[in-house]
């Protein structure tokens, strides 16, 4: 796993610049997140600069948590000029399946913007595969095999999926990694799986093959979650914790946490 935990090193010395168009909850703990982790965040929101600023960024991220119609122009402009410079597109989902609007945005994304990347919780990727799920308000969950609507994801939309859960999901459609890293407190912070999409992104950026890169970004941040949870007495502590040890992870401590599991050439 040596390989894997050296792609955090990687990060920091690049010190890659993301574009966050995200939604209001979560801005100011996506930013501080990616500070601690050693790269430069911007949030541009704006139709009239959301492209420019895709121009000069190192990977763009797309987080439909909070939409309007502006904003969605924005993600369709930036994400035209992302993939015009050739830099990784991260698409979160969020709550796709549970309004129209919600779920006519997000294919609607899907279609105009090629994504190299969508991170979602198994909710949100049956959806976008075409299965059954219920979905909540923002909160969706999927009866059925986690895994295999992953790999229906993935190569039904072309591009890698990971699926975050109990036990995370990396595919490409083709090999897949399980990851077992985390904490039960990542689900009692708003925005923890907001900020693990840019901490994605900002791993895309090393030039590592999509899966690699997107299970060692999962990697990273579960066993800061770990890590944090054992000097936390709960959430409000855990999330000051969990930014301190995102900080302070450093490739050799990760390399020994690390709990992957490798599967090649996936049956069609």
């Known amino acids: 796993m040596s390989e894997i935990a050296s792609l955090i090193t990687k990060v920091r010395e690049r010190q890659p610049l993301i574009h966050n168009i995200t939604n209001n909850v979560v801005t100011n703990f996506t930013a501080n997140g990616l500070l601690s982790l050693g790269v430069s965040p911007v949030m541009a929101n ?35 000029a992302a993939n015009e410079k050739g830099i990784p597109v991260v698409f979160d989902p969020v709550g796709a399946g549970a309004t129209p609007f919600r779920n006519k945005t997000a294919l609607h994304i899907l279609e105009q913007v090629n994504v190299s990347l969508i991170r979602g919780n198994a909710g949100e990727i049956a959806y976008l595969a075409g299965a059954d799920a219920k979905v ?4 969706s969950s999927f009866q059925g095999n986690n895994q295999e609507i992953a790999i229906k994801a993935a190569r039904q939309l072309g591009t890698a999926v990971v ?25 009692r912070v708003t925005g923890a799986g ?3 999409s840019s901490v994605i992104a900002a791993f895309l950026t090393v030039k590592e093959t999509e899966l690699k890169a997107a299970a060692g970004a999962v990697s990273f941040y579960g066993a800061a979650a770990e890590i944090a949870a054992d000097s936390s007495k709960g959430p409000g502590s855990f999330q000051t914790a969990f930014l301190d040890t995102i900080y302070h992870l450093n490739e050799k401590e990760l390399q020994g946490k690390i709990k992957l599991s490798y599967f090649n050439h996936l049956g069609v």
């Open 136 to 139: 909540k308000g923002v909160d």
């Open 46 to 80: 704006a139709r009239e600069e959301a492209a420019d600023m895709a121009s000069v960024a190192d990977a763009l991220v797309l987080n439909i948590g909070t939409l309007t119609t502006p904003q969605v122009e924005a993600m369709i402009s930036a994400g035209k």
């Open 194 to 196: 907001c900020l693990l």
């Open 163 to 187: 699926l975050t859960g109990e036990e995370d999901v990396i595919t490409n459609g083709d090999s897949l990694y399980l990851g077992k890293n985390g904490h039960q407190l990542q689900t």
